[in-house]
Structure formats: structure tokens, C-alpha cells
């Protein structure tokens, strides 16, 4: 089949022991095709073989618990037959004929917690102005720190829900979203509880803090790198602890003029000292030797990477670390020239590559369906690797890939019901993305 080869499951039944309980969250039965992603408990797929293996079911049915989790997945004339489930009832019971399954979207990549618009900018890049020369004029991400600043936690928290409902609606489930347009202390305090208040809504959010996002205005890189070690991380750690805010990682962005390579690396090794992740920007506008950085200190992942070195490429697939690739940004900056991430050089290395939006005030998007079609057509990425890399493999570059990116029993039904028979439409119908429905944890949220 072109773009990659289907693996049909067809006589292969699996589910937990389970109480006799006849009741039930969830069931979608007779779906064309259940697109499981894995099916042996893969954390991540590594390779252009296996990224292309795809574990379809079809004609297949599915089934979720009261906690939301699969238990059954499988060929509907099998799982029909069950006696566990012949006589049992479903809170929500889909009849998906006609219609594919896919696992909830993941966006390991968002800056979601802002204020104030940046469309003028916008005009200014159609004239050719670059990143860094409005950055340098004040514009970019210092405009927006002085719009955050400015704004209550409750307006924050109103223009996130907002933001995260029209994600939803595009068909992600779970996120990982940054801080950084503040770059003070309170500021980053403040971006990071919004955050922790939104846990309710049906995405799930990993956070970030990016306090390492920019240099604030009057300051230096190597001050700013020491208020961060000494002030600001020892802050958010102990936040952390009593529970006012839930951070995974720790950020910061490598780059000419901003941080270079000895102050990025004190500053995360700072974050590993207090007990924090590693995910960072790197080797966007230039090449930094982030992708070495990261196989060198152990970090989690990087983001970016249109200028990464060989040398790095291979680093980071020995030290298999992940690659976050963000289509929409040289998008948004071709006029400046920036370049596409080599997608297939890292793939073919065995680089773990996974896709995100980037959303943020400079690339305002919301849609990964858009960003998988971004990245099959300038990133010359098959349909199957984009959904990969847009389910397991981004959900693995958060380290959520126990619970969230594959249909596997066991994992949590995060799902989307694609209004077509073929799963790739999703892709292919990037303007309007056929999604029939939004299953989060068992439930229907959209």
C-alpha cells in the first residue's frame, strides 16, 4: 500500500481481567478501521520500517472502563461474541460504521499561556523582515512578555481554556505547554498556575518552564542564566512540591543572541540538579550544536532543529533522544529563509521524531491535522510516519507514552472518530478535517 505498510490484526483478541461489572464507559463497534498505532507496548517507533507499520484493526470494535481505559480491542465479530460484554450496557455506545479510530492527538510543543496579539508582525515578515530583526526591535517575544505581564490570572486563564477548547476541537487530547513570556520570576509563576488551574479541562497539559525564553530587557544572558540558577529554579521547585504548580520539564532556548552554548548548558543542568526534565529549543536559526548538547547532559528532547549538524543528528539517535519538529515555523519564516528540519536524515538515523505546532503568538496554530500535512508535503514525511509522530512518538517526547498514543489495552481511551472509512483522511482533509467526535478518557468531549 503506498506511504506504508497496514498490519491487519484480524484474529487477535485482547483484554484485561475485569469484574463482571456488565457495565461500562465506552464502546465503538463495526469501525472500519481502528488505527492502534502499536501493538506490543512500543514506548516510541524508531525507523522508517517501523514508523510505517501501522496496527489496523478492521471492522473492529473497541471498549473502555469506568477509569476510561481500554480493555478491549479487537475484531468486532470476536469481541460481539464475548461473554463479557453480550449482556452489558455502555454509558456511550457508537455505532462506527463507515468511520475510522484513531488515538487523541498529541501536541508536545504549545505556548498557550499569553496575552496580546502579534499580527502586525505578520505584515512585517510579508516584507521580509527576519525573526531576529524584530526581535531586535522590540517586537516578537518581548512584546508579548510585556502583554503577559500586564495580565491578571484570570484573563490568562480565560484566553488559555479558550485556546485549549479550539484545540479539542482539532482533535488533540494532550499537550505539553510552556511558560515564558514572562521571564521573571512572578510572571513565570503566575503563566504556571494557569496552567495548573486548567487541569480540569479534558486536554492534558505537561508543563514546562521556559524562565530561559528570551533575555529580559536591561539584562545580560550570563545574569539572566544566573537569576534563573540561583533565584527562579529553587522557586518552582519548591512550588512544585506544595502542589501549587505541576512542572515535568525545563526549557530553554539555544540560539545567537539569546543563549549560547555554556550558558544553555548551566541552566539545564541546573534543572536536572533540582530534579526537572530536559526539553529545549535548539538549532533553529543556527546551528548551535543543541542536538549534541542534549546527547552530551541527557536531555529528554529537543524542539526545532532546522539547522542541526550530522554529527548531532547521530548523537541524539545514540542517546535516543527525542526530535520535536515544528513545520509550521519555517512556515512562518520562509521569507527569512529558515529551512525545513531534515526529517528523513533523522528517521533514517533512528532519531525518535515526533511533530508538534508550536503554537504561540508568532505561529498561531492550533491544527496538528495541518501540521501532519505540513509535514508530509515539506518535510516529504509518509502519512503514516505523521501519525506516529503525532500520537506515540510525540506522546513518548513528553514521557507519556505509557498511558496516551496507541489504542492498546491498558492505555488510556484518548480517540478520535474520523467520519471516513480511511483514517488518512484526516491528513488529506487538512483545511477541515473530517473528525466526527472527540473521545477523552473514555468520555465524549466533542
Not at 498505532?37 to 517501523?50: L, P, R, V
Not at 529553587?234 to 512544585?240: E, F
Request: with cysteine; hydrophobic share 40%.
Amino acid at each position: 500500500r503506498f506511504g506504508g505498510v497496514i498490519t491487519s490484526r484480524r484474529n487477535v483478541i485482547k483484554y484485561r481481567t475485569h469484574a463482571m461489572s456488565q457495565a461500562f464507559k465506552l464502546r465503538i463497534r463495526n469501525a472500519s478501521q481502528v488505527v492502534q498505532i502499536a501493538c506490543n507496548k512500543e514506548e516510541f517507533k524508531t525507523g522508517a520500517d517501523s514508523m510505517n507499520e501501522l496496527c489496523i484493526l478492521e471492522n473492529a470494535t473497541l471498549i473502555a472502563d469506568h477509569e476510561g481505559t481500554i480493555i478491549a480491542c479487537g475484531p468486532d465479530s470476536e469481541i460481539s461474541q464475548d461473554p463479557l460484554f453480550t449482556n452489558a450496557s455502555f454509558e456511550v455506545d457508537i455505532n462506527a460504521e463507515g468511520k475510522s479510530v484513531v488515538p487523541g492527538l498529541v501536541d508536545p510543543h504549545t505556548h498557550p499561556v499569553w496575552s496580546g496579539d502579534r499580527v502586525g508582525e505578520f505584515a512585517m515578515k510579508l516584507r521580509g523582515a527576519t525573526y531576529m530583526e524584530i526581535h531586535e526591535m522590540g517586537g516578537g517575544i518581548s512584546y508579548t512578555v510585556l502583554c503577559t505581564r500586564e495580565s491578571s490570572p484570570a484573563e490568562l486563564e480565560t484566553l488559555l481554556r479558550q485556546r485549549l477548547d479550539r484545540m479539542l476541537k482539532c482533535g488533540t487530547t494532550l499537550i505539553e505547554a510552556k511558560s515564558g513570556y514572562g521571564l521573571d520570576l512572578a510572571t513565570e509563576l503566575k503563566m504556571l498556575k494557569v496552567l495548573h488551574a486548567a487541569k480540569d479541562h479534558p486536554i492534558s497539559i505537561v508543563a514546562t518552564y521556559l524562565g530561559a525564553h528570551s533575555i529580559p530587557k536591561g539584562s545580560t544572558p550570563d545574569a539572566h542564566a544566573r537569576d534563573i540558577i540561583e533565584n527562579q529554579l529553587p522557586v518552582i521547585q519548591q512550588a512544585k512540591a506544595q502542589g501549587e504548580i505541576d512542572v515535568e520539564f525545563v526549557d530553554a532556548f539555544m540560539e545567537e543572541g539569546i543563549f549560547g552554548y555554556e550558558d544553555t548548558k548551566r541552566i539545564l543542568t541546573a534543572a536536572q540538579s533540582h530534579g526537572f526534565k530536559l526539553n529545549f529549543h535548539g538549532d533553529e536559526l543556527h546551528t548551535m550544536h543543541s542536538a549534541e548538547l542534549a546527547a552530551e547532559i541527557g536531555a529528554h528532547a529537543v524542539s526545532h532543529l532546522e539547522k542541526a549538524s550530522d554529527a548531532g543528528i547521530h548523537a541524539m539517535a545514540a542517546a535516543r533522544v527525542h526530535a520535536v519538529l515544528l513545520p509550521t515555523c519555517p512556515y512562518i519564516l520562509k521569507r527569512s529563509g529558515l529551512p525545513t528540519p531534515d526529517a528523513r536524515k533523522m528517521i533514517e538515523a533512528g532519531v525518535p521524531v515526533s511533530l508538534a505546532s508550536d503554537f504561540n503568538p508568532n505561529a498561531h496554530c492550533y491544527s496538528m491535522p495541518l501540521v501532519m500535512n505540513m509535514a508530509c508535503l515539506t518535510m516529504q514525511m509518509t502519512m503514516n510516519e505523521a501519525l506516529v509522530a503525532s500520537t506515540l512518538n510525540a506522546a513518548a517526547s513528553i514521557g507519556q507514552s505509557h498511558r496516551y498514543g496507541s489504542l492498546e489495552v491498558g492505555k488510556a481511551a484518548d480517540l478520535l472518530l474520523i467520519d471516513h472509512p480511511n483514517w488518512e483522511h484526516l491528513v488529506y482533509a487538512f483545511g477541515d478535517p473530517p473528525i466526527a467526535a472527540v473521545v477523552k478518557h473514555g468520555a465524549l468531549v466533542q
